[in-house]
């Protein structure tokens, strides 16, 4: 089964855009989310690699730990994907969105089969209407947690779909240039199909929910890059993030292929 006419983007959205930096997840943003793919879907179909299983588990719970941390992100993950689940489908629901859920795993892109039931699976869904929610198996991924590899899983998923453009939404205005960035006035690289000129401008900072960084995130512009996918890091705080930069209203980077 193929494409439609539609344009397909996979949206990552990372864990301190759906917290909005708090400790909290914002239903307020999902809802953003939500009224943006319903304004777009005329012309676009959307697949959606969320994080914020853990967050939103954190909001209400604390565990108790069996000495190793990664178990117990391990368990918080679990506890809150389904809450996560609720809020995107009730808000989503609200305009007349469907969603479904998949759960991923590193392994799942090695084997061909498993592969292939991917892509079969995500194309019935989005021909159906519905939008795929994908997130780790976060029980079984322990690389995941340690490694902010949700950065990854939306490339491997971009690539494996041969989707028409991934973006992935984080809390700056797209990679800064690294002198500038603790500046008042920080400077958005716009363009770019240099992924080596891009990591010597990240630092090793991460945000308050976050696990990669900026690494992963030009890690996983390279890999869409290699399958001719173009990338745009874009600030998913802002309301109406994805519609801004497709209208060129706002300041992102783009990773334009070679
Ligand atoms: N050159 C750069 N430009 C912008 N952000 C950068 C840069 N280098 C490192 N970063 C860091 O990357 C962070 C975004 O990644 P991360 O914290 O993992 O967020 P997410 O939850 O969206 O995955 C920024 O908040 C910033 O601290
Ligand atoms: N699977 C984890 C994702 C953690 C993660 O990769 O976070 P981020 O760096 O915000 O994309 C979760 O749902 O909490």
């Known amino acids: 089964m193929g494409k439609s006419d539609k344009k397909r983007i996979l949206l990552k959205i990372g864990s301190n855009v759906l917290t909005k930096e708090t400790n909290h997840i914002s239903r307020g943003k999902i809802e953003d989310i939500a009224c943006q793919i319903?304004?777009?879907?005329?012309?676009?179909?959307?697949?959606i690699v969320t994080s914020g299983a853990i967050a939103v588990a954190k909001q209400f719970v604390q565990l108790e730990s069996n000495g190793k941390e990664i178990n117990v992100k391990q368990?918080?993950?679990?506890?809150?994907?389904?809450?996560?689940?609720?809020?995107?489908?009730?808000?989503?629901?609200?305009?007349?969105?469907?969603?479904?859920?998949?759960?991923?795993?590193?392994?799942?892109?090695?084997?061909?089969?498993?592969?292939?039931?991917?892509?079969?699976?995500?194309?019935?869904?989005?021909?159906?209407?519905?939008?795929?929610?994908?997130?780790?198996?976060?029980?079984v991924a322990t690389d995941e947690i340690k490694f902010g590899d949700n950065d990854k899983l939306s490339a491997l998923t971009a690539s494996l779909l041969n989707v028409d453009l991934l973006i992935i939404a984080t809390n700056t205005n797209g990679i800064y240039t690294k002198e500038s960035m603790d500046s008042e006035s920080a400077k958005t690289i716009k363009e770019t199909s240099d992924i080596n000129s891009l990591k010597n401008q990240i630092k090793s900072s991460i945000s308050l929910h976050g696990t990669g960084g900026m690494t992963t995130k030009v890690e996983a512009a390279e890999i869409a890059q290699k399958a001719e996918i173009e990338t745009w890091i874009v600030n998913g705080l802002a309301d109406n993030f994805i519609v801004d930069a497709i209208?060129?209203?706002?300041?992102?980077t783009k990773i334009i292929t070679k």
């Open 38 to 47: 319903a304004d777009l879907k005329g012309n676009y179909e959307f697949v």
């Open 75 to 139: 368990a918080l993950a679990s506890i809150g994907q389904p809450h996560l689940m609720r809020i995107y489908q009730e808000s989503f629901r609200e305009l007349g969105l469907l969603t479904s859920q998949c759960l991923l795993s590193y392994s799942d892109f090695k084997k061909e089969e498993s592969r292939t039931n991917i892509k079969n699976t995500i194309n019935v869904l989005v021909k159906n209407s519905y939008i795929p929610i994908i997130n780790e198996n976060d029980t």
């Open 247 to 252: 209208n060129k209203t706002s300041e992102f």
